[in-house]
């Protein structure tokens, strides 16, 4: 299935795996790269040399190619920008900011930039800055997010930009493949499905969560503050919204989310941990290789989209 992304990426599919804190190291990307996506290793809050260090790991996986996810409030945002250049990375995707300042040194660098964006304003200002593709991604997905859906977002930043667009948030089957196409979009970003991938490190108490999630299944923390997080209802998040609409402020929340992401993703603890997961989880039943999720979504899209 060829489009702009796929030709930008030199992948086979238009799949791209989001850059999830804690889950996306070297060992999932290498095996989404691997099977015919783009795998990406998740910036995080990392230090430049642990990302540098996971970099070449995957390149000891996979020949093809594989990005690196940068997480633009992270305290280490301006080195790992400089180790993906340093270490010859070609896709390089940004999320929870604007990447506005690194443009310059990635573009000389030759590096294809695609920042996640979630409003048509800044689709239309990556597009000036160079971008070379962008990720619309909807209210729908795990972790940090917008307002919009992915279903009223990616048409109308298709409408405004020309660069390619890439569809996230709420999409883990050949039918939100399909209709993210229909939408006008020419890859998908998915993120909640891999975490349950065999080659996943996630704890099996992570994966188990989202595998037994239900539709109604996720909540969204910190929009009292403007950082909203989506991730599955535990007693973490049943506790922090209760203290948000009490008026408590960031600061005296923060103490409740402090490590609780990698506490849920690497120690298992999804009580009190933060376990990111889209809306979509309570339709992840199964763990799978990632090459037999890709190939399973990609004949489901082409047998919807007519193609086979
Ligand atoms: O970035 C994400 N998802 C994330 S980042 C993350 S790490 C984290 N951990 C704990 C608390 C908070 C974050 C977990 N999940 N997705 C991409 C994304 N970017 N979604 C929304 C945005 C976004 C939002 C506002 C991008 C730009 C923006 O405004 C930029 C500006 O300055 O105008």
Known sequence: MKTRVTELLGIEYPIIQG???????????????????????GGASAPGEVIRDEIRKARALTN???????????????EVAKVVVEEGVKVVTTGAGN???????????????????????????????????????????????????????VPQVVDAVSIPVIAAGGIADGR?????????????????????????????????RIIKAKDIDTAVTGRSHGHP???????????????????????????????????AVMEGDIMTGTVMAGQIAGMVKKEQTCKEMIDEMMAETEKLLGRK
């Open 99 to 153: 990447p506005g300042k690194y443009m310059e040194m990635w573009k000389n660098a030759g590096i294809k930039v695609i920042p996640v964006v979630a409003s048509v304003a800044l689709a239309r200002m990556m597009e000036k800055g160079g971008a070379d593709a962008v990720v619309a991604e909807g209210t729908e997905s795990g972790g940090h997010i917008g307002d919009q859906t992915t279903m009223s977002l």
């Open 229 to 263: 997080v989506r991730g599955l209802r535990n007693k973490m998040t049943r506790e922090y919204i209760k203290l948000e609409q009490e008026g408590k402020s960031f600061e005296e929340l923060e103490y409740l989310t402090m490590g609780s992401l990698r506490n």
């Open 19 to 41: 850059g999830m804190a804690w889950v996306a190291e070297h060992n999932l990307a290498a095996a989404v790269s691997e099977a015919g996506g783009l795998g990406l290793i």
């Open 176 to 208: 939100g493949i399909a209709a993210a196409f229909m939408l006008g979009a020419e890859a998908v970003q998915m993120g909640t499905r891999f975490v349950v991938a065999k080659e996943s490190i996630a704890h099996q108490n992570y994966k188990d």
């Open 64 to 78: 093809k190619p594989f990005g690196v996810n940068i997480m633009l409030m992270s305290p280490y945002a301006d």
